[in-house]
């Protein structure tokens, strides 16, 4: 799978899948007033995506599920859980984010993958450095992929 960094709205992305900057689902979903990339998701998925997340429980910093698209036109959703239980992202909540959520989509025979800036909304991470990050972890995935 190749990796491209578009910017635009991630919506509206032409992928088989999208990634959704999620938490650790700890706090049940129709709890949250989800805001970002999780409430443009869930305004024009609906809630289904939501409610199929919810049945994994809560997920470890990093892990990377997928449930159905709801009314969305992709595959799958992938939903990373991205930011910790104080809902901060880290340097390594962003890495193994990024290359769990590519590893689930070779998984999964995804030829393309859409991904938001993970960690730079509600996580409160730098913008830049979480997209350098995401980088450098595409790459390895990359690398990783080539070398099996």
Request: hydrophobic content about 45%.
């Amino acid at each position: 799978m190749s990796v491209e960094f578009v910017e635009g709205d991630l919506l509206e992305q032409s992928t088989e899948a999208i990634v959704n900057a999620w938490n650790q689902n700890i706090i049940p979903w129709w709890l949250l007033l989800p805001h970002g990339v999780s409430g443009a998701i869930k305004k024009r998925a609906g809630i289904g995506p939501f409610v199929e997340v919810a049945r994994f429980g809560p997920l470890k910093v990093g892990q990377a599920v997928h449930t159905s698209a709801g009314k969305l036109p992709y595959k799958a959703i992938i939903h990373v859980a991205g930011i910790n239980m104080f809902w901060t992202a880290t340097e390594k909540s962003i890495t193994t984010s990024t290359l769990n959520a590519i590893k689930l989509g070779e998984d999964l025979g995804l030829k393309s993958i859409a991904f938001p800036i993970l960690g730079a909304g509600a996580g409160g991470f730098n913008p830049e450095r979480a997209e350098e990050i995401m980088l450098d972890a595409s790459a390895k995935a990359k690398r990783k992929s080539r070398s099996q």
